[in-house]
């Protein structure tokens, strides 16, 4: 068994005892899970839950968002602290509305093109809706990746192809959706930015940077 086989058990078997439980990871609806990764870009999901779900029980379609209007939900955002994310879940609402008929599409190219769409949220749409095997690259499984694998991690490792390709790698194993939501979680309980908890780490005994520090 290669090494990202060894990762990607691991990181399954963890999850069943240790998956944290948000209300956009229990519903299988793509509105609400698109509402959810807009809102969690950049923010924690502790700040992000109590708006969410008030926001999608007030907004059930983006039909409801676009007949709205862009004051309002710039109202109902501002506690996120990113008053600009408004401006685009408005513009995304209302061409999603007029144009696709409230249907997201599934189309990569399709999804870039909608405001406020980059890379990282058209493919956590597509891996947490869908189970599409999408390469999640944030500042949380960057970390965990560069650590195992012994890469020098950066603000640009984000958007670097030998990170990406690792990451396709694992989620083409399966199971992309469970894989990459446990690897987020993960990073925060044990892979940590500050402290990580390498000796309770079930993966220390094929991360470089766990051999590097006990040398």
């Given at each position: 068994m290669g090494k990202s086989e060894i990762i990607h058990e691991r990181i399954l078997k963890w999850s069943k005892s240790n998956l944290r439980v948000f209300p956009w990871r229990i519903t299988s609806d793509p509105y609400k899970i698109l509402i959810a990764e807009i809102m969690l870009h950049r923010t924690q999901a502790s700040q992000v839950e109590e708006v969410y779900k008030t926001f999608v029980e007030k907004y059930p379609d983006f039909k409801s968002i676009c007949k709205t209007g862009k004051l309002k939900i710039l109202s109902e955002l501002s506690r996120l602290g990113l008053k600009w994310r408004a401006k685009f879940l408005y513009q995304l609402s209302c061409t999603l509305s007029q144009d696709y008929n409230g249907i997201i599409p599934f189309d990569k190219g399709k999804l870039l093109a909608l405001s406020g769409v980059g890379p990282y949220i058209s493919s956590a749409f597509l891996c947490f809706a869908y189970d599409s095997p999408e390469p999640i690259l944030d500042t949380n499984t960057v970390r965990v990746i560069g650590r195992l694998f012994g890469l020098k991690i950066t603000d640009s490792s984000r958007r670097s192809k030998k990170f990406e390709d690792l990451m396709k790698e694992l989620v083409n194993l399966g199971n992309c959706r469970l894989f990459?939501?446990?690897?987020?979680?993960?990073?925060?309980?044990?892979?940590?930015?500050?402290?990580?908890?390498?000796?309770?780490?079930?993966?220390?005994?094929?991360?470089?940077?766990y051999s590097d520090i006990i040398e």
């Open positions: 990459s939501l446990t690897l987020i979680d993960f990073a925060d309980a044990i892979c940590k930015s500050k402290n990580p908890l390498c000796n309770k780490c079930m993966l220390n005994t094929i991360c470089d940077y």
